[in-house]
């Protein structure tokens, strides 16, 4: 089992930036890939990004490819999301998830852990 635990959403305006972390637990992570899906109210859960833990190799969403950017703390167990450059369409429940083997899925069904999600709201 993989615990996480996420955190650092909030409420910004457009334009400015919002770091997301996700504190995980349980198991050693050198096997796993991390990434972050959002949700918006009616929308379906959509892939954001991913990161091999082992190698730091990641993987993006063409529609934030340039405004977000997914980084791992080996000591601290923790993967961050950095939101730069925000807009009213970020707006939504962003979730840490986790899945064994090396190969980053963009299906949110190919995840096998997540957290409870935490809340971003843009808007001016």
């Known amino acids: 089992q993989v615990q996480l635990v996420e955190s650092g959403g909030g409420s910004v305006q457009p334009g400015d930036s919002l770091r997301l972390s996700c504190a995980a637990s349980?198991?050693?992570?050198?096997?796993?890939?991390m990434g972050w899906f959002r949700q918006a109210p009616g929308k379906d859960r959509e892939f954001m990004a991913g990161i091999v833990w082992s190698t730091g190799s990641t993987k993006y969403a063409d529609s934030i490819k340039d405004r977000f950017t997914i980084s791992r703390d080996n000591a601290e167990n923790t993967v961050y999301l950095l939101l730069n450059n925000q807009r009213p369409e970020d707006t939504a429940l962003y979730y840490c998830?986790?899945?064994?083997?090396?190969?980053?899925?963009?299906?949110?069904?190919?995840?096998?852990?997540w957290g409870q999600g935490t809340q971003d709201a843009v808007s001016s």
């Open positions: 998830e986790a899945k064994y083997n090396f190969c980053i899925r963009t299906a949110a069904a190919a995840w096998t852990y």
């Open positions: 349980g198991r050693t992570l050198s096997t796993y890939v």
